[in-house]
């Protein structure tokens, strides 16, 4: 290493000098020549797009797509693979655990990279240590339903019934430790009102109840939710989320019912094994980034009640640090202890 100014006083120190400059400039032109050969060439193979919930589900909607474009756009195949189980962390820790060179992707939601943490003690990874964010794709928001016989038709007027009669009511979720299990401990907290939270697994028997009145109150996705809404077998009260969703723009959220901040999404995002190159990521990002901001990829998940949304692998980094100490809060404050 050479001091910042050095006298020169003998031509062979000028040599030297000379020497040691050149010497720097080859080094970093090599490894400039590298990383540019590193995304030029990539990708050369097959590309595993790795979704965490079983086929046919709101990931695979989201992701498939994505996957037949960028096999169009890299000229590779980009292959979805559904490896559900574990809470999603059995496929979010095959991405963890695969070589860091961009051939292994994710799509997650958020639940196994920020939720988890409130409800597991030890997890197989550290989902802000080992995992490279790309983009957030979209959030989608649960919907808060209600059987029609249920005398509340806003959410200010279930609040007082729930007020009226502690513990009397209940509502169903997709399951615990999900979005819509959050969502409703999140009301108990914030409104102040006893209801019992009865999970089912997965949102078809939670709705199957719900239609047949054996439960007042369900959280569910929007997917699920619309076509009840629409036929009127169902009554939808708010969404989740701070903002209104873009697929049910006339329904309030639960914010504008005297709670402000409440917010509640489910959201998907693209990540990578940690210490993936820069160059490979920054590929991955424009691509991804050009197809989910087309037109017609944002009409079609809107249908399905996702709003796309898009952001930098700074952005993402940031909102799932932010997730992950506000779901740590709700869980502290609802009594969930992690398992």
């Known amino acids: 290493m050479l001091p910042d100014a050095v006298e020169i006083t003998t031509y062979k120190g000028l ?22 050969a590193s995304a030029q060439g990539y990708p050369s193979k097959t590309v595993r797009f790795v979704i965490t919930y079983p086929a046919g589900g709101g990931s695979d909607f989201t992701a498939r797509p994505i996957a037949q474009r960028l096999t169009e756009r890299w000229g590779q195949p980009v ?11 059995i496929g979010t820790d095959f991405v963890v655990k695969s070589p860091a060179d961009g051939y292994t992707l994710l799509l997650s939601a958020s639940s196994e990279v920020s939720m988890n943490t409130a409800l597991f003690k030890k997890m197989p990874y550290d989902p802000v240590r080992d995992l490279q964010p790309i983009t957030l794709v979209g959030t989608t928001a649960p919907v808060l339903l209600a059987h029609p016989s249920l005398p509340a038709k806003t959410v200010k007027e279930l609040v007082a019934l729930a007020r009226a009669k502690p513990g009397a009511l209940s509502y169903a979720s997709i399951g615990n430790g999900t979005p819509q299990h959050f969502a409703g401990e999140l009301m108990k907290t914030t409104f102040n009102i006893d ?29 699920t939710a619309i076509p009840h809404i629409k036929s009127g077998r169902l009554r939808v009260m708010a969404v989740t989320a701070a903002q209104r969703s873009g697929a049910l723009p006339d329904v309030p959220t639960i914010a504008e019912a005297g709670a402000p901040g409440f ?24 691509d991804v980034t050009s197809i989910i901001q087309s037109a017609d990829y944002k009409q079609r998940q809107l249908e399905a009640g996702t709003d796309i949304i898009g952001s930098t692998a700074d952005a993402l980094s940031a909102r799932q640090r932010q997730d992950i100490e506000k779901y740590r809060k709700i869980a502290a404050a609802a009594g969930i202890k992690p398992e």
């Open 263 to 286: 917010d509640i999404v489910q959201w998907y995002a693209i990540w990578v094994a940690a210490k993936t190159p820069r160059d490979i990521a920054d590929k991955i990002y424009a």
């Open 79 to 89: 292959v979805l693979e559904s490896r559900p189980g574990g809470s999603a962390m």
């Open 195 to 223: 209801m019992v939270h009865v999970p089912y697994k997965g949102a078809a028997p939670a709705l199957i109840d719900l239609l047949g009145g054996h439960v007042p109150i369900g959280l569910t996705a929007p997917t």
């Open 15 to 36: 040599q030297m000098v000379i020497r040691v400059c050149l010497g720097r400039v080859g080094v970093l032109a090599v490894l400039g020549l590298a990383a540019v």
